[in-house]
């Protein structure tokens, strides 16, 4: 991988300045896309570029030294001028040939850490937006935010995202990703008995696959189909969030959807030997019900048995109400 030391200060000052041959161009957008983060470098120098009149540092710079520099790279001998495309062509040199400053103001790579929830663990990113993660999910974010807000997931999450306009929030997921500027939704990756699924509270939302796009709406879900294509639909499930509610709801439910639920609202699985019994149904409420508890009430209302293997439980009997 490349570094800023690599590249002509001279040649960026050209790039940047627009004065460099169709050559140099193309060795600057050469070496920017040899790494992410040459790109990242080149787009904090355009923004300095732009911005450097508004820096404190102007006027404690010393202009009349540096913009000697800039003559002598860029061949110019042109009669010293407080003109503001000067005076930032300065200042830029200055930035480019301080190597402390270009660590501290330009050139700061982005900071990872990943964080591993052993149980419901809520997170606060730099940005301000909650992250609610699921006990063994998966949480890689920056320490610090650039021009975008971008993090990783795996497993399951609900994020409360803090609006901005100007820096949108991305999530990837499963070769997904989930892009917004402030809202709240559910997403979770596939696992090995559950599909990657979105569900929108608040909001909007982009979700893109490899294959295609879908823009999401309050109260609508998004999810990977048959060929890894999305299918979109209206949420029907009241129990998408229960993993971090621990409330459970079923009206007239299926069974085999009963167990769905609460598998994944307690991280575990279950398998049904008698699979006719999938289609009795269920109407009840638990709210921060134990699994044990749970299951003790299914045994007694349709005469079932459990047999925890290894975290997935073996049902057995069943019999409708």
């Not at 002509?8 to 460099?20: D, F, H, M, P, V």
């Not at 896309?33 to 790109?39: K, V």
């Not at 929108?200 to 998004?222: H, Y």
Request: net charge negative; charged share 25%; hydrophobic share 35%.
């Amino acid at each position: 991988m490349k570094e800023p030391k690599d590249i002509s200060q001279e040649l960026l000052l050209k790039y940047l300045s627009g004065t460099a041959s169709e050559k140099e161009n193309r060795e600057v957008r050469e070496w920017m896309s040899l790494a992410p983060e040459n790109r990242d470098y080149i787009d904090h120098l355009q923004s300095l570029w732009a911005n450097a009149q508004s820096y404190s540092l102007l006027d404690s710079i010393d202009l009349e030294e540096n913009w000697q520099a800039v003559q002598s790279k860029l061949g110019k001998r042109t009669t010293y001028k407080k003109q503001l495309f000067w005076k930032i062509a300065a200042t830029l040199v200055f930035f480019l040939t301080a190597a402390f400053l270009i660590k501290t103001f330009v050139y700061r790579p982005l900071e990872w850490q990943e964080f591993e929830a052993s149980e419901q663990t809520t997170l606060t990113l730099p940005d301000g937006s909650l992250v609610a993660l699921k006990a063994g999910s998966q949480l890689v974010y920056p320490t610090q935010f650039g021009d975008e807000r971008r993090v990783k997931l795996k497993g399951e999450a609900f994020f409360e995202v803090e609006h901005n306009q100007e820096t949108p929030f991305v999530v990837e997921a499963d070769q997904t990703e989930t892009r917004v500027l402030g809202t709240s939704f559910n997403l979770r990756t596939a696992a090995e008995f559950s599909s990657l699924e979105l569900v929108l509270v608040e909001g909007k939302v982009s979700f893109t696959s490899p294959l295609e796009k879908v823009v999401l709406e309050p109260g609508q879900r998004v999810s990977l189909g048959a060929g890894g294509l999305l299918e979109k639909t209206t949420n029907t499930n009241p129990n998408f969030q229960a993993w971090k509610t621990g409330r459970l709801v079923f009206e007239n439910t299926p069974m085999s959807k009963v167990f769905q639920d609460i598998a994944n609202a307690y991280n575990t699985r279950f398998e049904l030997s008698n699979e006719a019994f999938g289609n009795c149904t269920l109407t009840a409420r638990y709210d921060q019900e134990g699994l044990e508890n749970i299951l003790r009430t299914l045994e007694i209302l349709f005469n079932l048995s459990f047999e925890d293997k290894q975290g997935t439980y073996m049902v057995s009997g069943g019999s409708c109400q």
